[in-house]
């Protein structure tokens, strides 16, 4: 029992030792397939002819390979470099192109690439000029608003592929305005908006700057009366127009708190004799002072009566 178990230990050692110097040693070829290999465009060339890809982000192919089992067994996708040349390419439009494929060892080889070929799709460069809008997030403090936003810049101008660029309406920034009943200047991240109104993020399309700088002012409103100016000769000293009882007469305005303390009323522009419908109605633009803003619009419907004077 003894003689047959030190046999079977040297059967096993050499066992060991044979499949050691099989696999390291003569390390026969094998084959193995790496999947989803990101491709690298070279498009430099493109782009400085006003070109631009519209779909080389995120593409992959799977390469099988042949060798030495010693160089395989720790080849990973990270170790493999596909490249594109699509530097030849001046035309819009669809096109199929081949991958270089580069090895880390020089005695593995590519048996087969798949897909083949890939087709890109190149479109007109373009750089255009886009508006910054600004969404307030939240509301004021009970009693004030938002007054009219400025923004530095007012326009940038967007780079990209035409069909993406056209696509994008403007540029947007947040600003919180939750609980304020001061103005609010901050530097806030700009993102692209789409036709639909909802962000677009594309990795295709390039702006700068990619921040803008943001005054918000916050108004404190206030209810004050409308006062009607007419024209020379509307009214006589036998009938004259005055505010219906069924007439708007007092609109809310915003401005700073300074501005607006003392401001009771606010005048009509004069309203002539041509302005005034069958129906007593006319719509009539408003005198703002400067910094106050109407809340109703800076024109105003109201409802008119003529009354006589006479005995």
Not at 51 to 67: F, H, S, Y
Not at 151 to 172: C, D, F, M, Q, R
Not at 231 to 243: F, H, S
Request: include cysteine.
């Amino acid at each position: 029992m003894k003689k047959d178990l030190s046999t079977k230990i040297i059967s096993l050692l050499f066992a060991i030792f044979l499949w050691f110097y099989i696999i390291q040693v003569q390390s026969p070829e094998i084959e193995k397939t790496i999947k989803n290999v990101p491709v690298q465009f070279t498009k430099s060339e493109l782009e400085n002819r006003g070109l631009a890809l519209i779909n080389d982000k995120e593409v992959e192919i799977d390469v099988k390979i042949r060798g030495q089992r010693k160089y395989l067994t720790n080849i990973k996708k990270a170790d493999i470099t596909i490249i594109a040349d699509v530097s030849n390419i001046d035309s819009i439009g669809e096109h199929k192109i081949y991958t270089t494929v580069y090895l880390p060892y020089g005695n593995v080889e590519v048996l087969e690439q798949r897909p083949s070929q890939i087709t890109v799709t190149v479109e007109e460069m373009v750089e255009v000029e886009k508006d910054v809008r600004i969404n307030t997030l939240g509301e004021p403090k009970d009693g004030y608003c938002v007054g009219d936003i400025k923004t530095t810049p007012e326009k940038i101008k967007v780079k990209g592929p035409k069909s993406i660029v056209n696509s994008i309406s403007y540029l947007a920034a947040d600003v919180d305005v939750e609980d304020r009943d001061e103005d609010v200047s901050t530097i806030e991240d700009l993102y692209l908006v789409g036709e639909s109104g909802t962000a677009l993020n594309s990795p295709y399309v390039s702006f700068d700057p990619k921040t803008a700088d943001i005054h918000c002012p916050i108004l404190k409103k206030k209810t004050v009366e409308i006062d009607v100016r007419f024209a020379d000769g509307v009214n006589n000293t036998l009938e004259r127009y005055e505010l219906d009882e069924n007439s708007l007469k007092s609109i809310e305005i915003a401005g700073t708190a300074a501005a607006i303390k003392d401001l009771d009323k606010i005048y009509t522009k004069r309203i002539t004799v041509d302005m005034i419908k069958k129906s007593g109605e006319v719509e009539v633009g408003l005198e703002l002072p400067e910094g106050i803003k109407s809340l109703d619009g800076e024109k105003v419907t109201l409802k008119l009566k003529k009354v006589s004077l006479a005995n």
